[in-house]
């Protein structure tokens, strides 16, 4: 069984870019072995600067949208020159775009580059320099991955909606969360996947409002009352801890200094604020869902989409 690891090397991630196609950038553990981490750190470069190009967001964690390059070396000639021999390295770099959890082969890509340089390190760091990210056959595998992606999507939201439904019934929330998430905002089902979310939030924080609670607590006991609003404002009106969440927000009310209130008066008016609590709401489920995505291996098994 092939053991997979993401590149930690990778460019940093944020809430902000879920919504968006996101495509995880990962070398498998044979090819961490084989080279040096700069060889690897540029690469991922490379190939995030083009994906930003496109609004698609490299991610340093598997969700479920990966972009796997694969160096193979074909050869290493040294050429003898004046003053000291030259390495002349011909490699091919190999690029898919894979649905890890449906084991969906969406696109590859096999580009043969050459390097030269005084040692092979150097000559195989010059071929990867001569990949061009206006090279029309680089931009096309991208494009098709983009829309078979996308068309993925639209043909499989109902089915993706049912499981995160199935997930949440039997208790897995922050996978049913991650999964409502990966849907991309070009999907014509993203505002319903968006909504379920929102439902299925509520009911993960009814069943873990007691943690909240404690949580809450203890950061008052530390006079962090910021922490501690921010853990009781993702409390539900419905929950059945609701009235000891507004209990304690009126026990920090209390215990705030002067100079803290206007700051309190600004936070407890957008905790009333919809908009606001929607918007915190969503924060917090991407939040969830990053997380998750993080704590995820892959599978190893694969179907190709023609």
Avoid: H
């Avoid at 990966?66 to 000291?84: K, R």
Wanted: charged share 20%; with cysteine; net charge neutral.
């Amino acid at each position: 069984m092939s053991f997979l690891l993401f590149n930690i090397l990778g460019f940093a991630q944020n809430q902000n870019d879920i919504g968006k196609i996101q495509l995880a950038i990962f070398f498998n553990i044979d090819q961490q072995n084989k080279f040096e981490p700069e060889i690897l750190e540029k690469i991922e470069g490379k190939l995030s600067q083009l994906l930003s190009n496109y609004a698609i967001a490299s991610t340093s964690y598997n969700n479920g949208l990966l972009l796997e390059p694969n160096i193979i070396i074909n050869g290493n000639d040294i050429v003898e020159g004046g003053m000291q021999n030259i390495n002349v390295t011909n490699i091919t770099l190999q690029l898919k775009i894979k649905q890890d959890q449906s084991n969906v082969l969406f696109t590859s890509f096999s580009k043969t580059l050459k390097g030269t340089g005084r040692t092979q390190e150097l000559a195989l760091n010059n071929a990867i320099n001569s990949l061009s990210p206006s090279d029309p056959l680089l931009i096309n595998f991208i494009n098709s991955g983009t829309e078979k992606i996308l068309k993925y999507y639209e043909e499989n939201c109902t089915q993706i909606i049912n499981k995160s439904s199935t997930l949440e019934k039997s208790g897995n929330y922050e996978e049913s969360l991650a999964l409502l998430l990966s849907i991309p905002e070009s999907a014509s089902c993203y505002k319903t996947a968006q909504n379920k979310s929102l439902s299925t939030y509520k009911n993960f924080q009814k069943m873990n409002c007691t943690a909240l609670i404690m949580q809450a607590k203890i950061s008052i006991a530390e006079k962090d009352f910021n922490s501690a609003f921010t853990i009781l404002s993702d409390i539900e009106n419905t929950s059945p801890c609701s009235s000891e969440s507004i209990s304690l927000i009126k026990n920090i009310e209390a215990k705030i200094s002067a100079e803290d209130k206007k700051q309190w008066d600004l936070q407890l008016k957008m905790y009333n604020d919809a908009v606001s609590l929607e918007k915190n709401r969503i924060n917090a489920i991407k939040e969830i869902a990053v997380a998750f995505y993080k704590s995820q291996k892959r599978t190893n098994n694969l179907i190709i989409v023609r």
